[in-house]
């Protein structure tokens, strides 16, 4: 489970990461980061990366869109000492998500993460 420091909460910070950060889209996610050391006035008291989940309607009815946000929930906890410590990620689910193996979720945020050379440490699959 993605520890509750790990995750970001306010809107403010959803908007800043998804209007200011970069962008990479993928098959079934679209993963959007923002890197906090470049805003001096937010302040953060986590020291640690943060991730963020947009899982919208058009993913499925709220079942579905619930197993995929937990699916993601749990993909990003692995990803919690391995991105940029100063980040905050977004990820947006498509709604191919809601048919994708959490395999291939792995796999295209992992993809995302490293084409915009946030992974600190890259080690074996999730």
């Known amino acids: 489970m993605l520890p509750e420091p790990s995750r970001l909460r306010r809107h403010a910070d959803f908007s800043v990461a998804v209007r200011r950060g970069r962008r990479m889209g993928r098959r ?33 009815p709220a079942v579905i869109r619930h197993r995929v946000a937990r699916r993601l929930r749990h993909i990003c906890a692995d990803f919690v000492g391995q991105v940029s ?37 890259v080690s074996e699959e999730p």
């Open 85 to 121: 410590p100063e980040t905050d990620v977004v990820i947006r689910a498509l709604p191919g998500a809601a048919t994708a193996s959490s395999a291939e979720l792995a796999k295209q945020l992992r993809g995302g993460l490293t084409k915009m050379n946030l992974l600190v440490s």
């Open 28 to 60: 079934d996610l679209v993963v959007h980061a923002f890197d906090r050391e470049q805003v001096e006035a937010l302040v953060v008291t986590n020291h640690g990366p943060r991730f963020g989940l947009i899982v919208s309607k058009a993913v499925g």
